[in-house]
């Protein structure tokens, strides 16, 4: 039986992940502090003898308690997130995700038997090359990250994920990196993009609604 870690298992993402893995009957454990994650109705309907949550904080030592076990897959979406929270709290960002990737990067090590790390980098690491010299749509892997405006809090996220992606890289994990777009679906809850633009139209904020680019656009991704 495959045995699959997931980091912020309790999550939006983690959850749908944990869904599809449970119907091909791997064992999988979530690790999740729940300063995010809900242990709402739903999770705890996938929650069985195969699935299980390991409450930790991987920012501690606690991740000694998941250390015994030998995993074949483990993705990590465990991350400091959240427009509001980054805007308030660059260095937090910065630091909290390093120290997040590293110590599962470092556990991933010790795993005999890993077929693959997954780590769950973020589209923003496009945003810089975008605004300074356009990037191609659709947007070859191989486009040139860059980064600029250093002391704007908003992007310490985007930074503290281009900087994870070369950790994973040079870890010397077999590593798949990827660059989500704005998942949704059912369970996003409502701090995600879709909600939060229906809340703004519902309650008619229309400082909020500005529309600032008629020819903006945005890549959606739905999750079930």
């Given at each position: ?5 997931i ?137 040139k ?15 503290s ?64």
């Amino acid at each position: 039986m495959k045995k699959i870690l997931i980091t912020g298992g309790a999550g939006f993402i983690g959850y749908h992940l944990s869904k599809y893995f449970s119907k091909l009957n791997y064992k999988v454990d979530l690790v999740d502090n729940f300063s995010r994650g809900v242990e709402d109705i739903h999770l705890k309907k996938l929650l069985n003898e195969n699935i299980k949550i390991i409450n930790i904080d991987l920012l501690s030592s606690d991740i000694n308690y998941i250390e015994k076990k030998d995993y074949d897959y483990i993705y990590h979406l465990a991350a400091i997130i959240g427009v509001n929270f980054v805007l308030k709290n660059p260095y937090r960002v910065l630091e909290n995700n390093f120290k997040l990737l590293n110590n599962i990067i470092k556990f991933s090590q010790k795993q005999k038997n890993l077929n693959r790390f997954v780590f769950f980098s973020t589209s923003e690491v496009y945003a810089s090359s975008l605004r300074n010299y356009g990037i191609d749509f659709p947007t070859p892997e191989n486009t040139k990250l860059c980064a600029d405006d250093l002391d704007d809090p908003r992007n310490s996220y985007a930074l503290s994920k281009i900087y994870g992606e070369s950790l994973c890289l040079h870890s010397d994990l077999p590593t798949t990196i990827i660059r989500p777009h704005n998942f949704y679906g059912p369970r996003m809850g409502m701090s995600h993009v879709i909600p939060e633009l229906i809340k703004k139209i519902y309650f008619n904020d229309k400082e909020s609604m500005k529309i600032n680019s008629g020819d903006h656009s945005r890549t959606f991704l739905y999750i079930s």
